[in-house]
């Protein structure tokens, strides 16, 4: 007969009072925040620790006025330029008709910290103004967060939250053991922890598409943002693409995003023939990458409640992409979340006295969640709006010049 073996769990002692699940760009921030606030602080996240993390993502996220406030309240250097890249000059043209639009960028000038937008309309509807690497944004939030002291553990996928009468409980694969007055479900497009706590967590999903995209090593002289559709050979529909390009002191390199627009589901072959007609238009044919081509899903999503509570049980949040998400091309889906985990955030000052105490059912608690959903509501149809301009409100040869305001 084999001996027994029990392998002790991992067990995080503390019981905390809000425990974040992912530790992307909004899990972090919320931390950030809530951790300033006072209240002890938990994330987890099933990734390897940032530093040792290979696996690098494509993204190079589009910064607006209002977004750079935003990172400015967290504490990010945005004169860091490894970290926030300047745009120079955006370029929005259709290599099929010619027409272009060229523009420089306009907005705060580098040592200035750009004004807090009056609300998510107004931040959605600024022009880009900086490109920041999505890793080096999560190194840099990572770091304000352990300076306001939350606590953050790799290697720790949760698989199962259990709500009880004062706090809920958390559970990873590894074993390791949680307990926090709430929970927060940040984990991204990665949704199965939400359908085990909500009923009713079907997202409400827009058109689906699949996309190739890249990060190149090599940068530009200054930043800069094209959009353009490319006739290729043996297509029906021009290929729609975004290169947007850093300057080559931030060593954050080039992301070319490549929608090669086929009817059902384009197979990896036809997605990398699009992605190689847009690279050699481009001059990015055999350019070393930082990311290879990786193919992606995209849609506009939405989940009809983004909290549950107010029933004698403590209460779960969800926030970031697991509540909402826009269409890729949108360029805003990170920084409106990140903007409503701040909402959510200073919703949260109110309920704090609530939060410690543990009193689940506290009006004042409550009414910071629906805040918080009504404000995500808000959020999700910003994005829906935009994401539908960009996948299907556009005829071929307009796409480019009418998705973004013009400098
Ligand atoms: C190619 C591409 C380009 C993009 N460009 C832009 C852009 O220009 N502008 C913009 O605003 N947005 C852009 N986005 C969207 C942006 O990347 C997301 O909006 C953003 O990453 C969402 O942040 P998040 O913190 O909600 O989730 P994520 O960044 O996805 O982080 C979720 C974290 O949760 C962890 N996790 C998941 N499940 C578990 C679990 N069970 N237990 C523990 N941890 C878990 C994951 O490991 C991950 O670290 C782009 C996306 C792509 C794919």
């Given at each position: 007969m084999g001996i027994a073996s029990v392998v002790q769990p991992r067990v995080l002692a503390e019981e905390y009072d809000l425990a974040i699940i992912g530790a992307g760009p909004v899990g972090l921030a919320l931390a950030i925040e809530t951790a300033r606030l006072g209240l002890t602080t938990l994330v987890l996240d099933r990734r390897p620790p940032l530093a040792t993390d290979?696996?690098?993502?494509?993204q190079l996220l589009v910064a607006r006025a209002g977004d750079l406030a935003h990172l400015a309240r967290l504490?990010?250097?945005?004169?860091d330029p490894r970290v926030v890249s300047r745009l120079h000059s955006r370029c929005e043209g259709d290599l099929a008709s010619g027409r272009t639009v060229r523009g420089e960028i306009v907005g705060a000038a580098a040592g200035q910290v750009p004004a807090l937008p009056g609300d998510l309309w107004a931040l959605a509807s600024q022009p880009p103004l900086a490109l920041v690497p999505i890793g080096r944004l999560q190194q840099a939030l990572l770091a304000r967060a352990l300076v306001h002291g939350a606590t953050v553990a790799y290697g720790c996928e949760v698989t199962r939250l259990r709500r009880h009468a004062r706090s809920v409980s958390l559970q990873c694969a590894d074993g390791t053991t949680a307990r926090a007055a709430m929970a927060v479900i940040a984990t991204g497009a990665a949704r199965p922890l939400i359908a085990t706590i909500l009923r009713d967590a079907t997202p409400i999903e827009g058109v689906q598409r699949r996309l190739i995209g890249a990060l190149f090593a090599t940068g530009a002289k200054r930043g800069q943002w094209i959009r353009v559709e490319l006739p290729v050979r043996g297509f029906d529909e021009p290929v729609r693409c975004t290169v947007l390009q850093t300057p080559e002191?931030?060593?954050a390199g080039t992301a070319l995003l490549v929608d090669?627009?086929?009817?059902g589901t384009p197979s990896l072959e036809r997605l990398h023939q699009g992605f190689a007609t847009a690279a050699q238009a481009h001059g990015l044919a055999g350019a070393p990458c930082i990311v290879p081509p990786m193919v992606f899903t995209t849609a506009a999503t939405t989940l009809p409640h983004r909290f549950i509570g107010g029933d004698g049980r403590a209460p779960i949040v969800i926030a970031g992409d697991a509540a909402q998400t826009g269409h890729?091309?949108?360029?805003q889906t990170c920084f409106i979340n990140v903007a409503l985990a701040l909402g959510l955030a200073d919703q949260l000052r109110e309920a704090r006295g609530a939060i410690v105490d543990r009193v689940v059912n506290a009006p004042e608690l409550l009414h910071a969640l629906q805040r918080y959903d009504a404000q995500s509501a808000i959020g999700a149809s910003i994005l829906a709006r935009a994401s539908h301009r960009h996948t299907t409100g556009h005829r071929a040869g307009a796409w480019a010049l009418a998705g973004v305001a013009r400098a």
């Amino acid at each position: 007969m084999g001996i027994a073996s029990v392998v002790q769990p991992r067990v995080l002692a503390e019981e905390y009072d809000l425990a974040i699940i992912g530790a992307g760009p909004v899990g972090l921030a919320l931390a950030i925040e809530t951790a300033r606030l006072g209240l002890t602080t938990l994330v987890l996240d099933r990734r390897p620790p940032l530093a040792t993390d290979a696996q690098v993502r494509p993204q190079l996220l589009v910064a607006r006025a209002g977004d750079l406030a935003h990172l400015a309240r967290l504490g990010v250097d945005l004169e860091d330029p490894r970290v926030v890249s300047r745009l120079h000059s955006r370029c929005e043209g259709d290599l099929a008709s010619g027409r272009t639009v060229r523009g420089e960028i306009v907005g705060a000038a580098a040592g200035q910290v750009p004004a807090l937008p009056g609300d998510l309309w107004a931040l959605a509807s600024q022009p880009p103004l900086a490109l920041v690497p999505i890793g080096r944004l999560q190194q840099a939030l990572l770091a304000r967060a352990l300076v306001h002291g939350a606590t953050v553990a790799y290697g720790c996928e949760v698989t199962r939250l259990r709500r009880h009468a004062r706090s809920v409980s958390l559970q990873c694969a590894d074993g390791t053991t949680a307990r926090a007055a709430m929970a927060v479900i940040a984990t991204g497009a990665a949704r199965p922890l939400i359908a085990t706590i909500l009923r009713d967590a079907t997202p409400i999903e827009g058109v689906q598409r699949r996309l190739i995209g890249a990060l190149f090593a090599t940068g530009a002289k200054r930043g800069q943002w094209i959009r353009v559709e490319l006739p290729v050979r043996g297509f029906d529909e021009p290929v729609r693409c975004t290169v947007l390009q850093t300057p080559e002191e931030s060593g954050a390199g080039t992301a070319l995003l490549v929608d090669p627009r086929i009817a059902g589901t384009p197979s990896l072959e036809r997605l990398h023939q699009g992605f190689a007609t847009a690279a050699q238009a481009h001059g990015l044919a055999g350019a070393p990458c930082i990311v290879p081509p990786m193919v992606f899903t995209t849609a506009a999503t939405t989940l009809p409640h983004r909290f549950i509570g107010g029933d004698g049980r403590a209460p779960i949040v969800i926030a970031g992409d697991a509540a909402q998400t826009g269409h890729v091309f949108s360029g805003q889906t990170c920084f409106i979340n990140v903007a409503l985990a701040l909402g959510l955030a200073d919703q949260l000052r109110e309920a704090r006295g609530a939060i410690v105490d543990r009193v689940v059912n506290a009006p004042e608690l409550l009414h910071a969640l629906q805040r918080y959903d009504a404000q995500s509501a808000i959020g999700a149809s910003i994005l829906a709006r935009a994401s539908h301009r960009h996948t299907t409100g556009h005829r071929a040869g307009a796409w480019a010049l009418a998705g973004v305001a013009r400098a």
